[in-house]
């Protein structure tokens, strides 16, 4: 790292790479922000499917929240030094990703099972592209994780600035993809009947 970035750092208590974190953060936000409100948009303009959203959706918000708990819990026991905790609970988190992408998916076939196909009706389109655009980003943060997990394996366990850093911006990633997926999610319930 330059002398020039150092000195910023210290100047401003942040790192250049969590700056760059929470920019990116900033703009999913406002693209999800304007998803949701096109949605009330369409909504209000008629033509509107009224259908509730499949049971498998509440059980995949428990499986991200889940997530955040052990990912939180894996960062906690690496900071302690408490290494193989530190890596099991990082390849639950990893685990819990997938199974939480996989009850997307399942989501999306009770969706066309119960005749809110991808083509039906904005309705359930705005459903599929929203939740499928934010498995996309929890699929990055599956990729963060895979990086982590090979990191932790690799690398002899030894929690430098620099490895920390590095797991904290997974770990705030990964909290932000769940917070966003709650915030979705509660927004589906709210509009649905």
Known sequence: ???????????????????????????????????????????????????????VFWLSTMVILLSSLTLHASYRAFMRGIERLYKSLLLTTLALGLIFVVLQYAGWQAMTAMGATFTVNPSSSFIYVISGIHALHVLGGVTALIVALIHAFALPFKPTPRRRLRFELVVHYWHFVDILWVYLFIFFLVQSP
């Open 1 to 55: 790292m330059s002398q020039i970035v150092q000195r910023e750092y210290r100047s401003n208590n942040i790192h250049p790479l969590k700056f760059a974190l929470w920019v990116g953060i900033a703009t999913i936000i406002m693209m999800f922000g304007a998803f949701t409100s096109a949605y009330l948009v369409r909504r209000a303009a008629g033509n509107w499917y009224e259908f509730r959203l499949p049971d």
